[in-house]
Nanobody, 126 residues
Framework: VQLQASGGGLVQAGGSLRLACRAT????????MAWFRQAPGNERKLLAA??????????YYGEAVKGRFTISKDNPTNTVYLQMSGLKPEDTAVYYC??????????????????WGQGTLVTVSS
């Protein structure tokens, strides 16, 4: 499975960005996809996760981004999006998309995700 993320860049505080991540490969299953971020010297943290079934839109958001970021999906193209608004300088980080291939109780935790994108840098200037 390969995950290709795009959409990062430089934005002013208060601005918006939309990240995209497409999953490709042979014969893989997706239970959930998610976005994480990691700032220098910090741990990688969950931002938002979404279950992949076409029968549900269940999502999970980290506290730091609730109300500002929105995760969405396009099942036919295996693409997950992260719409970010109200960006702050502290949102500056490398953003990673990830794929969880199996169902489990903790489907939105870091350890549940087996496949990772290469990361895309988001820089928010003050």
């Amino acid at each position: 499975v390969q995950l290709q993320a795009s959409g990062g860049g430089l934005v002013q505080a208060g601005g918006s960005l939309r990240l995209a991540c497409r999953a490709t490969g042979r014969s893989f299953t997706t239970y959930a996809m998610a976005w994480f971020r990691q700032a220098p010297g910090n741990e990688r943290k969950l931002l938002a996760a979404i279950k992949w079934s076409a029968n549900t839109d269940e999502t999970y958001y980290g506290e730091a981004v609730k109300g500002r970021f929105t995760i969405s999906k396009d099942n036919p193209t295996n693409t997950v999006y992260l719409q970010m608004s109200g960006l702050k300088p502290e949102d500056t980080a490398v953003y990673y998309c990830a794929l969880n291939p199996r169902s489990n109780k903790t489907w939105f935790t870091l350890s549940a995700f087996d496949y990772w994108g290469q990361g895309t840098l988001v820089t928010v200037s003050s």
